[in-house]
């Protein structure tokens, strides 16, 4: 190589690598929101309040092959059953008040059970208002599991494969439901979690 090669090599311009685009984590979607009755959102759309029965919603961004995990809270509630909590496979408006009143979505209920298609299952240990729910979400082997305060409340649960949105709902019981939702990017830190996610996923829905 000439001198004059070797000096253009040493003096060539190295284009500066991009930055990785930020991540966007989800929010409760308005638009899911938005039946009748509703729930009215808040504090950038991640705490949920309805003051009747028979809301539902669902979050901004669904899953699909990967291994997620998120956390809800129920902060209130009317009488009757708690608000159930899960996922569903039908995107946004998905049929049915709650999570598991249809075929295509799954919810945990606070008795402990698992709901699908209007039916429940004995799952695991159930919750309370102002418990933190975990949900591990496995896209590949096509699998949920629940926590409660940092605790399995229960072993996987076999689900189809599709894409999932994290969702709530209740059914008409009266007075007021609010649910809060922390889609990432950390979670709370509850005894026996330690701000740590389940071996093998990652925190948030993105």
Known sequence: MSNLG?????????????PP???????IDPSSAATNP????????LVATSTSGGARANATVSLGAVKRCWEMKVTSNGSGDLVTLGINNSGP?????????????????SDGSIQNSSGGAAYGTGFSVGDIL?????????????YVNGVASGSTYTIPSGTYYPCFGRGSNPGTGTVTCNFGPTIS?????????????????Y
């Open 134 to 146: 975990l949900f591990a979400y496995d896209g590949i082997a096509n699998t949920i599991q629940l």
């Open 6 to 18: 070797y000096y253009r090599l040493l003096t060539r311009r190295v284009l500066p690598i991009p």
């Open 93 to 109: 408006g998905f049929t049915g008040f709650f999570p598991g009143q249809d075929a295509n979505s799954y919810g945990f209920a």
């Open 189 to 205: 830190g509850v005894p026996a979690s330690s701000g740590n996610p389940p071996s093998g996923f990652t925190i948030g829905v």
């Open 21 to 27: 685009a930020p991540i966007v984590y989800a929010t």
């Open 38 to 45: 509703l729930w009215a959102l808040s504090s950038g759309n």
